[in-house]
Structure formats: C-alpha cells, structure tokens
C-alpha cells in the first residue's frame, strides 16, 4: 500500500486584515492598523498550491468560514439587522468587529490535527478540529473547520471527524502547528510528535511568563486518546518556555518533520535530548532512523528564526527520497538566515533544495507556508474517497483567480469593517465557491 501527504492549504478570504488580534504573535502586533490587499493574499497563497501541485506534490484547498461571524456578533447583545449589528459592534469595540472578520482561517495548520490510518487503532484517518481557545478570533473557527472537513472527508468507512475539545484554557488546542509526524513512509505506522507549552495540572512544569502558551499537554493527551494511537509511537514534549516569551507562539515556528528529519532550533525544546530520545526509542523498529538536522543559535538566532520564519517552513518529500524545504521570501532577506539555508542545501544532508515563495499578506499576520497548510497523508483508496472538488489543479487555479480577482478588495483598512457592503461582497463570494468546489451547503448561513 503506498500514501502521499496532501497539504490542504487554506484559501485565504475576501476580508484578510491587520487587526493586531494576537498577543504573543510579534508580526500581528506589529502591523496592527495597517491596510492590507485581500486580493493580493489570496493570490500569494493560490500561487504556492499552483507551483507546488505543478511540481507533482498532492495540494488541495480548504475554503474559507463565513465572516463575519454574525452568530458571535448576536451572541453577545448586538442585535437589529446586520447592517444594525455591524454599525453598533464598531462602535462599542471596533476590535470585537474585527475578530468577528478575521480571515484567520487561512491558517489551516491550526485548524485540526489529523493521524493518518497507519497510525489510528480503528485504521480511519482521524480528525480533531482544534478550539484555538486562547484568542476571541480563532476560538470562533472550530464548527465551520469541523463542518468543512466533515464534506471533504464525509465517508465515515475512512474517516472520523472529532468535534473541538472542551473550550477551557485546560484543553488548549492549536491543532496541527504543535503536532508533527515522523515516519519511514507516509503508508507505514510513524511516532505521532506533540508539543505543548503548559501543564494545566502541574503549575510546576515549565510555562512562559510574559506571553500564553496556547497549546496544553492535557490537550494533547486528548488528541491521542480520541484517535486511538498507540502509546509506544506517541512523544509529548515540553515548548521551551522562553522562547514562547520571544514570540513562538506555536511549535512550527521553531521545528518541522517530516520522514525520518526532524529540523529545529536548538532552543526549541525544553529538553532538547530528552525529545531526542524518546522520538529515537518511539521510532526503533519502524524501519527509519531519526534524522535530526538542529540549528545552533550561533548560527541562527531565535530573533532571526521568529523574523524569517526560517522553521515555518514545509518540508517535503520528493519522489528520489531527498526533501525540499518551502520557505517565505523573508528568509532570503535575513543575512543570518540565507547564509545557513544555503550552506544547508548544499552540505550533503536530506534536505537539497529551496522554494521559495512571497507570502508576505499572510506573514505580516505572522503566518508562514506551514501555517497556510494542513497534512493529509491518504492511501490511494482514502484519496478516492475524499471530495474530489478540492484538489488542486490547473483549471481549479485558474477558476479561483478569476473569482478572487471578481469579488475580493485589494485594499481594507479597520474603518472598512463597519461598511455594511463589505459583509455582502463577502456572503456574495462564498455564496459562489460553494458552487466552485462542488460543495453545496458548505456554510450554515441560517
Ligand atoms: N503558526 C501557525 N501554524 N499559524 C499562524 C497563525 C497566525 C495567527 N495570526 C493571527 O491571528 C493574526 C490576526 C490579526 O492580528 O489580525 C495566530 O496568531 O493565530
């Protein structure tokens, strides 16, 4: 049995906007208020499917939710018509406004953690959608990210879709941005890798203090549990709390896997040959040794690591068994950086080649090529059997182009939100996509 890793990357919405909304995430906050193009992100992001799909990788695309999210908007007494809850909810808390239209669901690393059936007791793929508890604007993603993968992978001989995780601060759960694999081949058995930030019942475990820590090791726990990995292949391991304190909000901002590599910084872990060990032990007998490519800070500092996104990377496999590293543009730009990329790919290691693509809407929001995507490792028979509409292709690129290109703005500032015209240009596309992507009733718009 063989099986490829699809990256569903997520199609970033018509309303992508700067609204400082997460603390601890140093690129949100330092563009804060400036204007974004909502056009030009969605066209950056579509441009990476295209050249990696071109290039023979599985690449598919998950739609983006509904904004804004009249249901929170009500839930919390702004009331009338929606023209009338817009116009209060600005101005009453133009922030609330803005978390209610974020386009944060671009970032669909953090929209589930998924296991592939090599790995599950029951052999589905399994799918838990992440609660992302820790901030207002992401908290209110988990239903429609459920309810999106539920028609993408809607047959149930194969798939099992978890609702989120309770949402307490106990259960913290960032999905897929702190959880990684590492395996011989995406159809064998791999070690399922969580990393967490804090212990919700230990207050002795390391935690940051200056900025949250959004993933909880009881969170994680869950994940295991719900679905059905098997403890000897399963690692949790401790964020190193300082570096959460200099802005690596989520574990792929300081590591990736993939295949029997693992890529990090030396600062990444807590523990760094504790991690080492278990992943070596977790992986003996799996017909693959632990590949460890580690980046010492005297190469590369975490300051560098956190303004490059040098780790945010994808790294994937290519048919000859070497692996190539996507990176932002910003790593390019970055002295420190570029000098280590290019001496990486030329040292004889596993990874050998960079691409590298202008993300910069989405990373002005501190989201990198890994965050715009979520791994989907599938056998032949599970590719079959998901929504074929999805998929990556050059007439699916072509057609979303044009429907970017017909209903997205290139230019949104904050007062742009309280403009009752941008909720309908917003309804008015999605209401279109579902026709695209062969998704009736993709959106609960009741
Ligand atoms: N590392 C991964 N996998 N994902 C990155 C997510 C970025 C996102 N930014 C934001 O939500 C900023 C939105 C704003 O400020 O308008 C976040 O902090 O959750």
Redesign the pocket.
Known sequence: MTAREYNFDGLVGPSH??????FG?VA?FSN?KSASNPKQAALQGLAKMRALAARGFAQAVMPPHARPNFRMLRSIGFGGSDADVLAAAYRASPVTL?CAY?A?PM?T??AATVSPSADTLDGRVHFTAANLNN?L??AIEHTQAARSLRAIFSDSRHFAVHDALPQTPAFGDEGA?NHTRLCANHAAAGVEFFVYGRVEFDPSAPAPKKYPARQTLEASQAIARLHGLDASRTVFASQNPDVIDQGV??N??IAVGNGNVLFYHEQAFANEARVLGSLRAAMDGMGAVLAPVRVDTGLVSVADAVASYLF?SQLLSKPDGSMALVVPHECAENPAVSRYLQQLVAGGGPINELIDFDLRQSMR???GP??LRLRVALTAEEAAAMHPGVVMTETLYATLVAWVEKHYRDHLEPKDLADPQLALECAAALEELERILGLPGLYDLS
């Open positions: 906007n700067y609204a400082g909304l997460s995430n949100s804060v803005a974020s944060s970032w690393a953090n901030k604007h992401r941005a909000f989520h792929d901002v945010n929001n501190g989201g890994a965050c």
